[in-house]
């Protein structure tokens, strides 16, 4: 079975500095991983997925994260943080087939401060 | 286009009293999931639907738990009787034609508090 690991419970920042929010994932087999964003009092939303192809994939509002098999990680990065992206990010992981089950990480709370 | 519903947001009851949550998904999904949500930790997948047909239910606890999806569109979940660990948010999701591959579009869920 497969799992996810989020190595950082919260990680503070300051506004316009870089961040990187960690992801380690375990599983035998070829996965698919994802990063979603929970905003304050809202559902989930994609962010970004790595199906297959290039290691480095592209997201929503400048996040970017890179597949690394070697090390089993999926770290999430952002070269300048603002203020609106304080939200909860969950790694998350699925083997594919018919059922695309997710099995999520715990979370990382990102503060950003003025 | 309109996103996945769900009622009520809030809801707070003693335990050993009954629930249920509504959910309705993106118009034309066919697959429907629940997840419970307990503070500090990721959504855990409780069931999952293809259409009207349960797909995966295996962390669903079934002594309290129900769920139904009746005509293939919007669900259902019930717990009888609560207890005080069923507190969580309860998220509904759909997947289907408007994304990709394990792209699933939540409602903002429905938030259960058990005293």
């Known amino acids: 079975a497969q799992s996810v690991t989020q190595l950082d419970s919260q990680v503070p920042v300051f506004e316009e500095a870089p961040v990187e929010l960690r992801c380690n994932y375990s599983?035998?087999?070829?996965?698919?991983l994802f990063w979603y964003v929970q905003y304050p009092n809202q559902g989930l939303q994609l962010l970004l997925k790595?199906?297959?192809?290039?290691?480095l994939v592209k997201g929503i509002n400048g996040f970017e994260a890179e597949f690394n098999k070697s090390q089993t990680s999926f770290h999430l990065r952002k070269p300048s943080v603002h203020i609106s992206d304080t939200a909860e990010y969950f790694c998350?992981?699925?083997?594919?087939?018919?059922?695309?089950?997710?099995?999520f990480g715990k979370g990382t709370l990102l503060t950003v401060n003025p | 286009e309109a996103g996945v519903a769900q009622s009520p947001r809030y809801k707070i009851i003693e335990k050993r009293q009954s629930v249920a949550f509504w959910c309705n998904p993106i118009?034309?999904?066919?697959?429907l999931y629940w997840y419970q949500q307990i503070l500090g930790q990721g959504p855990k997948l409780l069931i999952q639907?293809?259409?009207?047909?349960?797909?995966?239910d295996s962390q669903l606890p079934k002594d309290r738990f129900s769920a139904e999806r009746l005509k293939g569109v919007d669900s259902t979940l019930k717990i009888q009787p609560a207890k005080l660990e069923d507190s969580a948010v309860y998220l509904c999701?759909?997947?289907?034609?408007?994304?990709?591959?394990?792209?699933?579009?939540f409602g903002e869920g429905s938030r259960l508090t058990v005293l």
């Open positions: 639907f293809q259409n009207n047909g349960v797909v995966d």
């Open positions: 118009s034309g999904h066919a697959t």
């Open positions: 599983s035998s087999v070829s996965v698919y």
């Open positions: 790595y199906l297959s192809g290039s290691t």
């Open positions: 999701a759909s997947s289907g034609w408007t994304g990709g591959i394990g792209e699933l579009f």
């Open positions: 998350a992981v699925t083997l594919g087939g018919s059922n695309y089950k997710l099995t």
